[in-house]
């Protein structure tokens, strides 16, 4: 079986984590996998790379740079099942649905919606949501969401099927690893709070880097190190807490179950998240 994800943006414009992940999955069953993406980051600039981490990317060439709207480009297709991850809004993901022929039509429409502070944005996505979004969510083969929340959202849409993705970080993976391996490998004693995901500004990292100097614990955070990394680690280092804190960077599977299972506490310290993994 074919698959192409459709994503906005990949690798380096940021949003591959969930494309990556998914792929990683498919691929591990055998399927056949790629991402279709557009060839320029956000700011307009070429991106060339049409391989990341063993994902396939298909980069196709885009029209007009001046805001993630008036952003064109023209999915290739040919997949036995085409899955949008985010920007069903965009021009691209509806050139996609009418030329999907016979392929599986699915949507991640992530929710909750990212705040925009341009009014034309928002009056934009209001026209959109009324008219060609509503459309494709209604007539999607399946639309995934991950909460009752984001089900009774689609709704509204008047889509039909809805798919909930159950919670990925379940009680299992805190119980599957070996935390006396992963402890003594990083030499952690006491109380350890363990938080994972991509060093990005919406992970709001800070937020528990202020507090660490009133908590006694070591606070070890995964995930590649980014521009962002930079800034909480100059944090850290004005309130004095380096030493209580251990940056891993990419964390295999057994890596992270093993963390799972010897922290005392996870957290999750987003200001938001669309579709987690």
Known sequence: MRIGIIAVYFYPAGAEGYPERMTEILKKNYFNVEVITTNVDPNGKIINSNLYKGVRVKRLKTYGHLGEF??????????????????????????????????????????????????????????????????????ADYCLAETEKEKKWLKKFGVKNIVIIPNPISEICFNKGNGNIFRK????????????????????????????????????????????????????????????????????????LDAYNACDLFVLTSKRESLGT
């Open 185 to 256: 490998k990083w030499n952690i004693k006491g109380n350890m709070i363990f938080c994972l995901g991509a060093h990005v500004p919406i992970k709001n990292f800070e937020e528990l880097i202020k507090i660490m100097p009133y908590i006694n614990a070591t606070f070890v955070i995964g995930g590649e190190e980014t521009n962002y990394t930079k800034k909480c680690k100059e944090l850290a280092k004005s309130l004095n807490v380096n030493n209580k804190i251990k940056w891993l960077g990419y964390m295999d599977e057994k890596t992270k």
């Open 70 to 139: 008036a952003r064109l480009w023209f999915p290739k297709l040919g997949y036995d099942v085409i899955h949008c991850c985010g920007g069903y809004r965009h021009f691209h993901t509806f050139y996609a649905y009418l030329k999907r022929g016979k392929s599986k039509f699915i949507i991640s429409p992530f929710f909750p919606e990212h705040p925009r502070k341009s009014i034309l944005q928002k009056l934009l996505i209001y026209f959109i949501d009324k008219t060609i979004g509503k459309y494709l969510l209604k007539h």
